[in-house]
């Protein structure tokens, strides 16, 4: 994630592969607080979160969400469930 989420912004958490909400956090430590559905609350990398929001496969150009279709541990981008790529 490049720039710093805004308190309530819907997030996915890449290493647990689960839907969150952002409470706050600290820019200058890259720290974001995470609240899960399930309401346990975590303070994480901002690196490992990206925005739970609807983009567009460059090689399809179907629609992808990392809620419904996961986002790659390695390049934390979101997997396309037409071709399966990512930017590995």
Do not use: W, Y
Request: aromatic share 4%; with cysteine.
């Amino acid at each position: 994630m490049n720039q710093f989420p805004c308190i309530g912004q819907s997030l996915f958490h890449v290493r647990t592969q689960k839907p969150c909400r952002a409470l706050g956090g600290c820019p200058s430590s890259r720290l974001v607080t995470i609240r899960f559905n399930n309401g346990s609350v975590a303070s994480v990398q901002q690196e490992e979160v990206v925005p739970n929001e609807t983009s567009v496969c460059p090689c399809c150009g179907r629609s992808r969400r990392p809620d419904q279709d996961g986002v790659c541990k390695l390049c934390k981008t979101v997997k396309c469930p037409g071709c399966c790529s990512c930017n590995c």
